[in-house]
Structures are given as C-alpha cells and as structure tokens.
C-alpha cells in the first residue's frame, strides 16, 4: 500500500503525456481477443473500452473501495459504509 500512491500518480503521468490522436485512432482499431478457453472476440478499441475495459476498471475500483474501508476505516461490529462514486 505504501507503494500505491507513486503507482497512480506514474499512470497518470502517462495517461497526460499520451498523444490524444494515437488513442483516437485506436477507438476503430481491431482487437481480436481470444482468452484461453479458445473463444474468440473481435471488436473495435471503443467496444473493447466500452464492454471490457470500464466494467473491468469499476469491479476493482469498488473491491479496491471495500479492501480499504474494512481495513483502513472499520467501524463497530466490522460494518461500514461504502460510498462508490461515479
């Protein structure tokens, strides 16, 4: 966790020193997704985005978000609240 701090702002970094028009242009690329039980997906950087990559990005942010809250804020009889924001 200590290392969780300097790991986001990196990303970050990267995401503010990439050049707009390379990610555009990889919205209609396509990306054939074939995982290994030998089904395969084709679809388009923006379906990827859109189908894959957000709902993988929020399951994380809310299991980041309740890792958090039951170690770092516990509350009495181990219950706490979870505010998930959008």
Same mark, same amino acid.
Not at 2 to 9: C, E, G, S, V
Not at 57 to 70: E, I
């Given at each position: 966790?200590?290392?969780?701090?300097?790991?986001?702002?990196?990303?970050?970094?990267?995401?503010? #020193?990439?050049?707009?028009?390379?990610?555009?242009?990889? @919205?209609?690329?396509? &990306? /054939?997704? !074939?995982?290994?039980?030998?089904?395969?997906?084709?679809?388009?950087?923006?379906?990827?985005?859109?189908?894959?990559?957000?709902?993988?990005?929020? #399951?994380?942010?809310?299991?980041?978000?309740?890792?958090? @809250?039951?170690?770092? &804020? /516990?509350? !009495?009889?181990?219950?706490?609240?979870?505010?998930?924001?959008?």
């Amino acid at each position: 966790m200590d290392k969780a701090p300097a790991l986001i702002d990196q990303k970050w970094d990267v995401l503010a #020193s990439s050049d707009p028009a390379v990610i555009e242009a990889g @919205a209609s690329r396509e &990306l /054939p997704i !074939e995982p290994a039980d030998g089904v395969a997906f084709d679809m388009t950087g923006s379906e990827h985005a859109a189908n894959w990559a957000t709902p993988q990005f929020n #399951s994380h942010r809310f299991t980041a978000t309740v890792s958090c @809250a039951d170690v770092c &804020l /516990p509350s !009495e009889a181990g219950l706490f609240r979870v505010q998930i924001l959008s």
